[in-house]
């Protein structure tokens, strides 16, 4: 079974400034992909960034990256240049290859200060 | 391209009886994913469809189903709905359901029992 794990349930972080959300996830798959996703208080879910467990470079995009240490187990996310409108409740999320389902974190609320 | 479009927004409903909520994908996307999203237990995959055939099953009761059509729209039903039934229920869609194509959700549907 697999299992996503978000210890940190709230942070804040100044705008402008940088912050980094914890995600680990324990499963005795080889081919996986990693996810994080975005939940502002409009409820719809949005890919922030993903990951396949194949490939050593960390994902980007834009302001968004991973760091995915597979050996570790782990795959956090940073946000450079916050902005107010990340504020939101970011889930971290693993799928297995060859599956179609996602497995959830809890969610870590992250608030944007102006 | 429209997103993927969940109805109704808002369902009240009391215990014993039961529902039926709406997902329709994307354009061209053939696989339904639905979850389950709660304060307690997080969010949890019920099931997903393909083709009009149930491709992969999370671990929920019978009293849940749910089933596709051939415009790949899909419906999900709970039956003699339970106070913990309360939830917002996601649905999710991509093309054609492998793993590495990213899933595209809704705004989900909050159903309250009372």
């Known amino acids: 079974a697999q299992t996503v794990t978000q210890s940190q349930p709230e942070m804040s972080v100044q705008e402008a400034e940088t912050v980094t959300l914890s995600c680990t996830y324990d499963t005795s798959e080889n081919n996986y992909y990693l996810f994080w996703y975005k939940q502002p208080p409009s409820r719809q879910m949005i890919l922030v960034i993903r990951q396949e467990a194949y490939k050593q470079q960390n994902a980007t995009e834009n302001r968004f990256s991973v760091n995915f240490q597979k050996a570790a187990k782990s795959f956090s996310l940073k946000i450079s240049d916050s902005q107010l409108g990340d504020t939101a409740m970011y889930f971290c999320?693993?799928?297995?290859?060859?599956?179609?389902?996602?497995?959830f974190g809890t969610g870590t609320r992250l608030t944007v200060i102006p | 391209k429209a997103g993927v479009t969940q109805t109704p927004r808002y369902l009240i409903k009391t215990r014993g009886q039961q529902v039926t909520l709406s997902c329709s994908p994307i354009s061209g996307h053939r696989s339904v994913s639905w979850y389950q999203q709660t304060p307690g237990q997080g969010l949890q995959f019920l099931f997903e469809y393909f083709s009009e055939t149930q491709r992969n099953k999370g671990n929920f009761p019978g009293r849940f189903s749910g089933r596709q059509f051939s415009n790949s729209r899909s419906e999900m039903n709970v039956s003699t709905l339970e106070l913990g039934d309360s939830a917002l229920y996601l649905c999710?869609?991509?093309?054609?359901?492998?793993?590495?194509?990213?899933?595209?959700f809704g705004d989900g549907t909050r159903l309250s029992i009372l």
């Open positions: 999320a693993f799928m297995r290859s060859g599956a179609n389902n996602l497995f």
């Open positions: 999710a869609s991509s093309q054609d359901g492998a793993s590495n194509q990213p899933q595209h």
